[in-house]
């Protein structure tokens, strides 16, 4: 479904379907300065656009992180490089998940860069770009405890020092990624970092260079500085959250996205009467119940069923009953005068009241990056301008 355009200061068209994500680009500008201020002016941003931007849209943020001086992407997967590209980014795009053979051709296609954690594939990459006159640009992933793709340590330099990087390959990149940077206890982390910090100085006993050096997440952006090296790789900051604990001031962030929907119908329930699937909420009271026209297909989670709040009329609607594909229940016997048509605000503010992703995550004993990546194809983005 093809993004809407809107200046912030046009009122939404009447045609528009009840359910909206607004994605504000102001929020992201002022997020992406936030996310500078931890960072020496030297130290290049890797943006995280996979999973189409964490559900804001991978082409308009990219866009706009482009026009604020970001010059590179990172996503998960040939598909969303590909994606990309069509779309008319042609800065370096990192694919940071398993790219397999059958991809190679493509993802050299589209000029994107592999990420490479084994020596078949590195053996296979540069059999792919063997006819091409200048090295292809791969970064090399560690894996220095994260128990995901990568290489181990002590084969990173033996892998530079192959033929493969002397000829068709150049390392532009190295990086690991931290398994627990958002944990309450350093060690971990900083174990890591040591590791990591030991292949780079290796690599430049042996005189080699690579110029992109990087592990930080946004938690690490924020609690791990040893941790920047040459370039940094922040995703949910720039959509304004973040799950480090901090023992100084937050970050200023944010939430960039905004769920909106309208009420559906009014019903009144008798005491004892009930709603949704299995009846799992049974009135016990006269009970004015408004219907929302959004559901698990739409990215609004079923294990919010009988957990959670909506905002109506400036006041939290509470859940009720199962959450279904398609719809919603909530409680507003105690808001007076709710009618179809009426705005219901599922991430966002109204009033003096607002509910974040990251309320969500907690009522879905979840993260704010799942709440917001699930908000799925069915619902329609509009693209707030940030002023000229
Ligand atoms: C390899 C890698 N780097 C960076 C990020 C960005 O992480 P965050 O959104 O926590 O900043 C991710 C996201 O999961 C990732 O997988």
Redesign the pocket.
């Known amino acids: 479904m093809a993004d809407r355009i809107l200046t912030s200061n046009l009122p939404l068209p009447a045609d528009l379907p009840p359910t909206v994500a607004s994605v504000d680009l102001s929020a992201l500008a002022h997020n992406l300065l936030q996310v500078r201020r931890y960072l020496p002016k030297t130290c290049d941003i890797i943006a995280?656009v996979?999973a189409d931007a964490?559900g804001h849209g991978a082409a308009v943020v990219s866009r706009t992180l482009i026009e604020l001086g970001v010059t590179r992407f990172?996503v998960?997967s040939l598909q969303e490089g590909v994606a990309l590209r069509e779309a008319g980014i042609r800065a370096p795009i990192l694919i940071?998940g398993a790219l397999f053979p059958n991809q190679f051709p493509d993802a050299i296609a589209h000029e994107l860069t592999p990420v490479v954690y084994d020596l078949d594939m590195v053996g296979g990459l540069a059999n792919s770009v063997k006819t091409r006159r200048e090295p292809y640009g791969v970064h090399i992933k560690v894996d220095t405890g994260m128990g995901r793709l990568g290489l181990a340590p002590e084969g990173v330099l033996p892998l530079l020092q192959s033929a493969h990087f002397k000829g068709p390959l150049r390392a532009e990149g190295l990086?690991t990624?931290l398994a627990d940077a958002d944990g309450t206890d350093p060690a971990y982390s900083t174990a890591q970092l040591l590791r990591f910090r030991s292949v780079v100085t290796q690599i430049e006993e042996a005189g080699l260079s690579i110029p992109l050096v990087h592990a930080a997440?946004?938690?690490a952006i924020l609690c791990h500085p040893s941790g920047h090296f040459t370039a940094v790789?922040?995703?949910?900051?720039l959509y304004g959250y973040h799950?480090a604990p901090l023992d100084r001031a937050s970050p200023e962030l944010r939430p960039v996205l905004t769920l909106v929907t309208r009420v559906g119908q009014v019903r009144t329930l008798a005491p004892g009467e009930s709603v949704s699937y299995n009846r799992t909420h049974i009135a016990t009271r006269v009970s004015r119940i408004a219907v929302l026209p959004i559901g698990y297909a739409g990215g609004y989670g079923r294990s919010l069923s009988n957990r959670g709040a909506v905002l109506i009329g400036g006041r939290q609607a509470r859940i009720v009953g199962r959450v279904c594909m398609d719809m919603t229940m909530v409680d507003v016997t105690d808001i007076p005068g709710v009618r179809p048509g009426d705005e219901a605000v599922l991430i966002g503010r109204q009033g003096s009241q607002q509910i974040t992703a990251a309320d969500l995550a907690v009522w879905q004993d979840t993260i704010p990056?799942e709440v917001l990546c699930a908000i799925g194809t069915r619902v329609t983005r509009i693209v707030r301008q940030r002023p000229a």
Request: proline share 6%.
């Open positions: 995280v996979k964490y990172g998960a940071m990086m990624h997440n946004s938690a790789r922040p995703g949910i900051m799950q990056y």
